[in-house]
């Protein structure tokens, strides 16, 4: 089993920037994709930005020249730069993590986090 714990977010004016991490823990795992979503209230929940196992990076319109995904292998941690925050980036973030376990013949799996408020004022 994998657990991702995410932590960073909080409340900013407008313009400021925050940084979200998600660590991922378990044994004999492998992370292929990581992903940023969030969910504002009354909203589905949408894709951010991913990021492959390559490095490959992807970003929603939106977010595209303000929001930096990066990963780091070594801790299996993944990271959201966020910068020149508007108010309609408020809503809730959750990691999601594309998971092979050897304990599942390594079948790919979607893991989530916690979720993690992102407040920014205006």
């Known amino acids: 089993q994998v657990q991702l714990v995410e932590s960073g977010g909080g409340l900013v004016q407008a313009g400021g920037s925050l940084r979200l991490s998600c660590a991922a823990s378990?044994?004999?795992?492998?992370?292929m994709t990581w992903g940023w979503h969030r969910q504002a209230p009354g909203k589905q929940r949408d894709l951010v930005?991913?990021?492959?196992?390559?490095?490959?990076?992807n970003y929603v319109d939106s977010v595209k020249g303000r929001f930096t995904i990066s990963r780091d292998n070594a801790k299996n941690t993944v990271y959201l730069y966020m910068n020149n925050l508007k108010p309609e980036d408020t809503a809730v973030y959750y990691c999601?993590?594309?998971?092979?376990?050897?304990?599942?013949?390594?079948?790919?799996?979607?893991?989530w986090g916690q979720g993690t408020q992102v407040t920014v004022s205006s």
């Open positions: 999601a993590a594309d998971v092979s376990e050897r304990t599942t013949g390594w079948t790919l799996r979607t893991w």
């Open positions: 378990g044994s004999d795992f492998s992370i």
């Open positions: 930005a991913s990021i492959t196992s390559g490095g490959r990076t």
